[in-house]
C-alpha cells in the first residue's frame, strides 16, 4: 500500500482537531486506531474531525475528553497538513497540549503509548509521519539540554 503524503487534491477537505500531547521529557502520546475504522492498527495523534459550528479549540476538548478522559487548558494551534487518503481528503490541525487534567485512558478501545523519536510503535499513520519530522526539526534546532 502505498503511504499519502502531505498532498493537493481535488476533493474537498474534512477538518479535523489533532492533539500532540507532550510530557516535559519531550515524549508524546500516540493512539491506535481501533478496528473497524480506516488504517486500524495505525498509530496516530488522538483527535477526530470538527464538527459544524465547532471551534478548533472546541472540537479538540470534545475529542480528547471521549477518546482519552482528560480535559485539556490551553491548546494553541501549531501546524496543519492536507493527507489524501484513499477513504478522505483530510485537512490536519495540529494544537500543541501540555497540560490537562485527569490521565489518558483509552475510552475507544484503542491502544496508548507515550513515544519518543524515534517512535518505537508500528505502523504509523501516514498523516502523523510529518508531525514526527516537525518535532524531530524542534529538538534539533533546541540545542542540548542540561540536567540537575
Known amino acids: 500500500m502505498s503511504q499519502p503524503a502531505c498532498v493537493q487534491a481535488s476533493r474537498t477537505p474534512v477538518a479535523v482537531a489533532v492533539g500532540v500531547l507532550l510530557l516535559d521529557d519531550g515524549r508524546f502520546l500516540l493512539a491506535d486506531r481501533p478496528a473497524g475504522k480506516p488504517y486500524a492498527g495505525y498509530w496516530e495523534f488522538p483527535g477526530g474531525k470538527i464538527e459544524p459550528g465547532e471551534s478548533l479549540e472546541q472540537a479538540l476538548r470534545r475529542e480528547l475528553r471521549e477518546e482519552l478522559g482528560i480535559e485539556i487548558e490551553h491548546a494553541p494551534f501549531w501546524r496543519s497538513c492536507l493527507v489524501d487518503y484513499p477513504h478522505a481528503r483530510v485537512e490536519l490541525q495540529f494544537c500543541k497540549?501540555?497540560?490537562?487534567?485527569?490521565?489518558?485512558?483509552?475510552?475507544?478501545?484503542?491502544?496508548?503509548?507515550?513515544?519518543?523519536?524515534?517512535?518505537?510503535?508500528?505502523?504509523?499513520?501516514?498523516?502523523?509521519?510529518?508531525?514526527l519530522r516537525w518535532l524531530a526539526d524542534e529538538r534539533a534546532h533546541a540545542g542540548p539540554t542540561h540536567t540537575g
Open 97 to 131: 497540549v501540555r497540560r490537562w487534567r485527569g490521565d489518558p485512558r483509552p475510552c475507544e478501545g484503542q491502544r496508548l503509548a507515550w513515544q519518543s523519536l524515534p517512535v518505537q510503535v508500528q505502523p504509523v499513520l501516514p498523516g502523523t509521519i510529518p508531525v
